[in-house]
């Protein structure tokens, strides 16, 4: 079996593992809940840890002997860590904040990382069912209400008016001085992954973040947005790479659409 059969005949059951995490999620989101505050000071409520429940379960069950690592699990030490050569990689609430906010911009995420690079992505958005999936090298596609399954390809940018998507609850002035590189502009202001996805989609040219985030934010979005013909890298255009040192904090990085731009001549000064 090759490496690509092997992780398509993986999707479906992802996709139903995310679907059934937000379905439980909706079920916290549409009712009365708390909010609690981690150690780093972001937000959590119970619907991040019983989708986080949902998906490491199914996952162990899917694949047993596979490590799970989730934003809301027991992060193992580096030690440990580095010796695995595939994992699944979980934010099981990406966008607490627009949770609690009840905007509807969050999302379900689940990446699997082999020899640190992300080869499935799917990403689900449980108020619309929304589906983003995509497995390393058989294309990128898009479930509009988890229905009617199409194939999804990042645009190209000519100049002129470009498309830049912008995290709604993590505005930096570093944004605004990425913004002063362009002279016609739109912001689509998003909370979550959503925004890496709709680059994917064509819907964006660029999201550009400067802000600390973590791999588990980044992993599902970079297979499926690589897939789609964009790509997710540090300031450098290097591919982000998972599980390579003690901290699973990302650097800066941008998701774009085109990569035959130098997006490395549009780095603000920090």
Not at 41 to 56: G, K, Q, R, Y
Not at 76 to 101: C, H, M, N
Not at 213 to 235: H, K, P, V
Request: a negative charge; hydrophobic letters at 35%; aromatic letters at 12%.
């Amino acid at each position: 079996m090759s490496q690509h059969s092997q992780y398509s005949e993986l999707l479906a059951p992802v996709k139903a593992i995310a679907r059934q995490a937000g379905d439980a999620i909706m079920k916290v989101y549409q009712g009365h809940y708390c909010v609690e505050q981690k150690s780093d000071d972001s937000p959590v409520t119970e619907a991040d840890f019983a989708a986080h429940e949902i998906i490491s379960k199914s996952l162990a069950e899917l694949t047993p002997g596979w490590p799970v690592l989730s934003e809301e699990g027991a992060v193992a030490d580096f030690e440990e860590r580095s010796q695995w050569q595939r994992y699944w990689l979980v934010d099981p609430l990406d966008g607490t904040r627009e949770f609690i906010k009840c905007n509807g911009e969050f999302t379900v995420n689940i990446a699997l990382i082999e020899n640190n690079c992300s080869v499935l992505g799917v990403i689900q958005a449980p108020v619309n069912r929304d589906c983003y999936s995509a497995v390393t090298g058989g294309g990128a596609f898009f479930e509009a209400g988890g229905m009617n399954i199409e194939p999804i390809r990042a645009r190209q940018w000519d100049g002129g008016s470009i498309t830049i998507a912008g995290s709604r609850s993590h505005r930096m002035p570093v944004f605004c001085n990425f913004l002063e590189f362009f002279d016609d502009y739109r912001v689509l202001s998003l909370g979550s992954s959503l925004k890496s996805c709709y680059v994917a989609q064509g819907r964006a040219d660029i999201y550009a973040r400067f802000g600390p985030t973590s791999e588990w934010d980044t992993a599902a979005a970079q297979c499926i947005l690589e897939e789609a013909g964009g790509g997710l890298t540090d300031m450098n255009l290097q591919p982000l790479r998972y599980n390579t040192k003690d901290s699973l904090l990302n650097p800066p990085f941008f998701s774009f659409a085109d990569p035959r731009h130098d997006w490395r001549d549009y780095v603000p000064e920090v």
